[in-house]
């Protein structure tokens, strides 16, 4: 059983903490499976800023000594860009057909199906294609810039400092990214993760304002009953309805507080949509502490700049109609997010696996990462078991069609998701029901997805990885 496991070659793209968290339980399980990491270093873009989380260096010499501490550095290879991957073996009609996932529901199928990577090495000129009977992609969502349009006047090329995206600041070395702030001027667009981060960054602040410990909000089986979930069930869905009052109160009483001990209001920063809506569609803000002791002392400016922007020799034009409101700067710092969906669709070298893989799943082929929570690295550290669970043939994936029905039951609850959070909910978002989402891994598994000692504690503590930690 271990030869042929062995034999099994099995390649993870990426080695950011899905990836590590892959190779980790592959590894476990006696696969020597080959990571293709286009980076120098392990650990992805992860980074949080306020005092209550670790530092970008902190997470990155954690994920560092994680990789290490399990052998999984060994297994990955450096300055190794995975440029394209093609499913051979079995034509693409036949695979369409399939009634069970990969032919017969096991994760290596009949075995006539196989992966080709196209691989750029650093170093070298030419591709190289290696074979694999299954591969897993754990390439992330942060690789690919979004940045708006602009009005043909107000490019950035009107500018006569410098442009860059958050993603090109965040990847920056330490001594690089202080010399391109030093005594500038600096306006961040955007008012997401990426944005606050940077500008805490640029203001030299740290610590926590819109944040209660909201872990216990969000996943404790108690709140989970609290929200709608992917195929509940009658008498599930009746409950959430019936506790929506409820829902809705807590939310109020917590935006309340928010209102009554920051300076938000002052400032015009109570956002749009409610807290609720946000926990909804995971975008929770975090901002720094003293942020706004930093905004009263002028170090910080804030202004709204919606719906659009563009920009003019001496900074960014706020007003695009009027073309008032100018904010000066040297340096303009887009955290604009990043195009999640682009570089999952463009690896693939068939349309047809590029559109199937952004709607369902199938041969040979798993996908780690990619959805969002509260904490990421444990999710992914569940999904990782999971998929080494599958290939170890712990257990069977039911037929295509029951997979269907299970897709098409998450895209309902994502619509309704969308409509309770006005709009703003994301597909990848699972932060109000990532215990109900393990429980469902545990249980194809074969673990019991109860993992507390006692009933109080099953339903009141916030579950995380060490609930886990013996799967
Ligand atoms: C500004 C910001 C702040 C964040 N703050 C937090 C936070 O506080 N808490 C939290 O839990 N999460 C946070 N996140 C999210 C967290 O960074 C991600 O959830 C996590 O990095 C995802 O891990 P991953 O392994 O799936 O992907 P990534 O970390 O993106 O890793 C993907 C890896 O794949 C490699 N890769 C991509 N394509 C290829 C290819 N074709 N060939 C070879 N290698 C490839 C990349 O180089 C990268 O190393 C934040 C993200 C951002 C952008």
Request: aromatic content about 10%; charged content about 20%.
């Amino acid at each position: 059983m271990e030869a042929s496991k062995a034999k099994r070659s099995v390649a993870i793209v990426g080695a950011g903490a899905s990836g590590l968290a892959a190779c980790k339980h592959l590894l476990a399980r006696g696969f020597r499976p080959v990571v293709f990491e286009s980076g120098e270093a392990a650990g992805g873009p992860a980074a949080a800023a306020a005092e209550e989380f670790p530092r970008h260096d902190e997470v990155a010499a954690y994920l560092d000594a994680y990789a290490r501490r399990f052998g999984v550095l060994e297994r990955v290879r450096f300055g190794s860009k995975v440029v394209s991957a093609e499913y051979a073996g079995v034509p693409e009609e036949e695979a369409a057909a399939w009634e069970r996932w990969s032919g017969n529901g096991e994760a290596f199928g009949d075995g006539r199906g196989e992966w080709l990577l196209t691989v750029q090495h650093r170093k070298s000129e030419n591709l190289q294609t290696y074979k694999f009977d299954f591969v897993i992609l754990c390439i992330g969502r942060y690789g690919v810039a979004s940045v708006p349009t602009f009005p043909p006047k107000g490019v950035p090329e009107a500018f006569h400092g410098q442009v860059l995206h958050s993603m090109d600041y965040s990847s920056m070395d330490h001594t690089a990214a202080a010399e391109l702030i030093r005594d500038k001027r600096i306006a961040v667009v955007g008012s997401g993760k990426s944005a606050f981060d940077t500008v805490a960054q640029c203001a030299d602040v740290n610590g926590l304002v819109w944040g209660v410990n909201f872990q216990n909000l969000t996943t404790s089986r108690l709140a989970e009953v609290m929200v709608h979930k992917p195929g509940e069930g009658l008498l599930l869905s009746l409950l959430a309805t019936m506790l929506t009052p409820l829902r809705w109160l807590l939310s109020k009483l917590t935006e309340m507080y928010y209102k009554r001990h920051t300076p938000m209001q002052r400032h015009g920063m109570v956002p749009g949509y409610s807290f609720s809506q946000s926990i909804l569609a995971c975008r929770l803000g975090i901002l720094p502490k003293r942020f706004y002791d930093r905004v009263d002392d002028g170090s910080i400016v804030l202004r709204r700049c919606d719906p659009s922007f563009s920009f003019c020799a001496g900074g960014l034009v706020l007003d695009v109609a009027t073309g008032d409101h100018i904010v000066d700067a040297d340096v303009v710092i887009l955290a604009t997010g990043f195009q999640a969906d682009r570089q999952l669709r463009d690896i693939f070298v068939s349309p047809w696996f590029s559109k199937i893989v952004a709607e369902s799943s199938d041969a040979t082929m798993a996908i780690i990462g990619y959805a969002e929570s509260a904490a990421n690295i444990y999710p992914y550290e569940m999904m990782a078991k999971w998929v080494a669970h599958l290939l170890d043939g712990a257990f069977q994936l039911p037929s295509i069609a029951r997979m269907e029905k299970s897709v098409v039951e998450w895209v309902c609850w994502a619509h309704d998701m969308r409509r309770c959070s006005g709009n703003y909910f994301r597909k990848s978002c699972i932060g109000t029901i990532t215990t109900w989402y393990n429980d469902q891994l545990c249980r194809n598994m074969g673990y019991n997805p109860r993992r507390k000692k006692g009933i109080v504690a099953e339903w009141i503590e916030p579950y995380g990885a060490a609930d886990y930690a013996d799967i």
